[in-house]
């Protein structure tokens, strides 16, 4: 089966940049997606690595090591509005339409 | 575009009934599914569809069934409500273009089982 894991809690100051970090276990490797979702909201999509290297869309980059089954979220000069969960995501090699969330980071930001 | 459309948002039930949970999408998104949320476990899959007639179960499909009988409506049925289904339950769509499979999530529905 697939896994990955997550840092539960990220705490990080206005401002500043943070780093979430994933570690995924899968059988075959179709990309890497990132989601956030704001308390009592749907998530939504962030961004998305099918190869090695850094993408960056604004203030939020993603970052995909295949070889070790890494990758991390970047968010840079955070704002308030960032406190949210983030989760990221790999497909099943078994379907498209199959899938699996790691169990997500909560950032929460200070002033 | 009304995207991903779930009803009803909130539901109280009692052990032992059953209900459906309706979701209907307006994008002619091939893949839908459908996941449950619980504090400190993320997103756990229970079923998906690649297509009208055909589903498969995901991680956690015990209580749950599916079908899907066209492209835009995956109703979720909870066949004898246990207090465990006490969950925030969100629907999915994507399409697959371009590998991303970009999800698209109803605002959810939130289930309580006494």
């Known amino acids: 089966g697939q896994s990955l894991e997550q840092p539960s809690e990220v705490t990080a100051v206005e401002g500043a940049i943070v780093q979430i970090n994933c570690t995924y276990q899968?059988?075959?490797?179709?990309?890497l997606s990132w989601y956030q979702q704001h308390d009592g909201g749907a998530p939504t999509f962030l961004s998305y690595n099918a190869l090695d290297g850094l993408e960056e869309t604004g203030r939020f980059s993603s970052f995909l090591s295949r070889s070790d089954s890494y990758g991390y979220l970047l968010l840079q000069e955070l704002q308030m509005k960032d406190s949210a969960s983030y989760f990221c995501?790999?497909?099943?090699?078994?379907?498209?339409?199959?899938?699996?969330f790691g169990s997500g980071t909560r950032l929460s930001i200070r002033p | 575009n009304a995207g991903v459309t779930q009803t009803p948002k909130f539901q109280v039930l009692k052990t032992g009934q059953s209900m459906t949970l309706q979701c209907a999408q307006d994008m002619n998104h091939e893949y839908m599914s459908w996941y449950r949320q619980d504090p400190g476990m993320g997103l756990r899959l229970i079923h998906y569809s690649v297509g009208a007639g055909i589903t498969d179960q995901g991680e956690v499909p015990n209580g749950y069934n599916v079908s899907r009988s066209t492209t835009e409506d995956f109703p979720l049925r909870l066949l004898s409500a246990a207090p465990s289904q006490t969950s925030v339950y969100f629907c999915a769509s994507s399409t697959e273009g371009s590998g991303a499979n970009v999800l698209t999530f109803g605002a959810g529905s939130r289930l309580t089982v006494l």
């Open positions: 899968t059988s075959g490797f179709y990309g």
């Open positions: 995501a790999v497909r099943d090699p078994s379907s498209a339409s199959k899938i699996i």
